[in-house]
Structure formats: C-alpha cells, structure tokens
C-alpha cells in the first residue's frame, strides 16, 4: 500500500496535482546468488481503468497514473 496522503480541494480544483513516490529492491549480498540481477515492476488492479489502461479511476473523480523515470505512464494490469 502507498499512501498519498491528502489532497486539498482547492489545489485539485486549480491544476493537475502529483505526488512522488519510489520503489527500492536490493539484493542481499549473504545469499550466494551469481546471477544477473534483474527487476521489472508491475501495477495490477481490478477497479475501472480509463486512457488506454494507464489511467486508473479512484472512486471520487479523480484519476491515478504512474509515470516512470521519463513520465511515461504505466499501463496497469500489463505482464512484463
């Protein structure tokens, strides 16, 4: 679970509002693991998806997207 926090009406109601958030995965140098070490992420849902399933409606009629490190949008429910 990611938590957002709040959004003020206001701000929502002026402009497009985002909030940062990073994901981390690290491998264990104890574990005796030689291989490369690879890492993909993927965002799954069932609730309603909008925008060619890159945008993901929250219930209060607003929008989620996740953008990657050049803010392109995820699309949800892809298997990489």
Known sequence: MI????????DIRRHTMSKTFSIKT????NDQ???????SSSFYTEK????????????NGLK????DENASPYTFNKYA
Not at 3 to 10: E, M, Q, R, S
Not at 26 to 29: A, E, I, L, R
């Open 64 to 67: 989620l997207r996740i953008l």
């Open 26 to 29: 690290t491998k264990s140098q």
């Open 3 to 10: 938590d957002l926090g709040k959004f003020n009406l206001l």
């Open 33 to 39: 693991c030689t291989d490369g070490f690879k890492v």
């Open 48 to 59: 309603t998806l909008v925008e060619e399933d890159k945008a993901l409606l929250i219930g």
